[in-house]
């Protein structure tokens, strides 16, 4: 028997060693090669949930955005509201003090862009004018 030959149980078979060696160097490189396969799908499920994190945080500062977004729309909503009656009863004002509506009368009152007026405005203390 030489060397490089393995007994078994019956004497008749016997496997080399360089082939049992060479099977184990073969299973040895597969387990590396998992290993390694097994390493960088560790590293991109690490980066995948910091990227989760991130679009969460995205996600969470759209909603915040999108609360006040949502509160500008009911308030600008409510200015308009409150403009469309302020000019309801300037025009029941005009009418009233004129005793009918006069087709000459703007239906609403023209101001001035604030840039134009040369002094400071007080819009505390509004007055309305009487007839």
């Not at 030959?5 to 090669?33: C, D, G, K």
């Not at 308009?80 to 009418?95: G, P, Y």
């Not at 005793?99 to 007080?122: H, K, M, Q, W």
Request: proline fraction near 5%; charged fraction near 20%.
């Amino acid at each position: 028997m030489s060397s490089s030959e393995f007994p078994t149980h019956h004497s008749s078979h016997t496997i080399p060693v360089r082939v049992l060696l060479a099977s184990l160097q073969e299973y040895s490189a597969y387990v590396n090669q998992w290993q390694s396969h097994a390493e960088v799908q560790r590293q991109q499920a690490h980066t995948q949930r910091l990227r989760a994190d991130e679009l969460q945080r995205e996600l969470e500062q759209m909603r915040v955005a999108r609360d006040i977004l949502v509160q500008v729309i009911n308030t600008q909503r409510q200015l308009i509201l409150s403009q469309e009656s302020d000019i309801a009863r300037w025009e029941q004002h005009q009418v009233s003090c004129s005793g009918s509506e006069n087709s000459n009368t703007p239906r609403a009152p023209e101001f001035e862009p604030l840039e134009s007026v040369p002094y400071p405005i007080d819009t505390e203390n509004v007055v309305q004018k009487s007839c």
